[in-house]
């Protein structure tokens, strides 16, 4: 993996696409800046995101607790799913700690995944579909409400075919691999799923006792940035 250089003028950007299929394609892309001190404040880090244009994008404050502050390229996020699997992955955390709370971590083969309340999700819509085919059949929503659409593939295996329509007029029309609605969906279904969302991304969940659920999945590092 990269290292960023503390200090550097220059702001470096780990690329990753997480929630990655099985074959490496597709997953969820995120920024991670290692060293926030660059960013200050949240007015700046607010711009980055919107520069990058990424559906989050993670400023360590402290690498070694996990401190991190999560963005979209509108909004400041106090949990995300993905940035904090693809963040933990990055920096070989354990335990990684957004404005929501802790987060404890843990690595199976190649799936990284975290412990997380489902409450810390933001709200989303949860609206199911008869059929694998009705979902993958669906335009983009015009803005407005955040919307998780999903259908049974396989009931019986816990397999799920979702697309996740953001709704914020930010440029992010559908996102690609949503952690955050994954657990409000475990958690309103009440067991494991198997999630393939957007264009094949691979979402794991599986709800565990005193409300947490489990998320996992894969990460790979796609590219590092200079801005």
């Not at 290292?3 to 920024?31: K, Q, W």
């Not at 799923?193 to 796609?222: C, D, H, K, M, Y």
Request: hydrophobic share 40%; charged share 25%; aromatic share 8%.
């Amino acid at each position: 993996m990269n290292t960023t250089a503390y200090g550097s003028s220059a702001t470096e950007i780990d690329v990753l696409r997480v929630f990655c299929a099985g074959d490496g394609r597709h997953g969820n892309r995120l920024g991670v800046v290692r060293d926030g001190r660059g960013h200050p404040d949240e007015a700046a880090r607010q711009a980055l995101a919107k520069e990058l244009g990424f559906s989050e994008t993670v400023f360590v404050d402290d690498p070694e607790r996990g401190i991190v502050d999560l963005y979209t390229p509108g909004v400041r996020l106090p949990f995300a799913g993905h940035p904090l699997v693809g963040t933990a992955w990055l920096l070989d955390l354990e335990v990684v700690r957004p404005p929501a709370g802790e987060v404890w971590v843990r690595g199976d083969g190649e799936f990284t995944w975290i412990e997380a309340r489902a409450e810390w999700a933001p709200p989303r819509t949860l609206r199911r579909y008869g059929s694998a085919a009705e979902v993958e059949a669906l335009e983009v929503p015009e803005p407005g409400e955040w919307i998780y659409a999903w259908a049974w593939e396989e009931e019986a295996a816990g397999r799920i075919r979702a697309r996740a329509f953001p709704g914020r007029g930010d440029g992010i029309d559908e996102d690609e691999a949503t952690g955050a609605a994954a657990l409000l969906l475990t958690a309103e279904l009440g067991r494991a799923l198997n999630i393939t969302q957007g264009r094949g991304s691979q979402l794991l969940t599986a709800p565990g006792p005193g409300g947490i659920v489990e998320l996992g999945g894969r990460v790979l590092l796609e590219a590092t940035l200079t801005r």
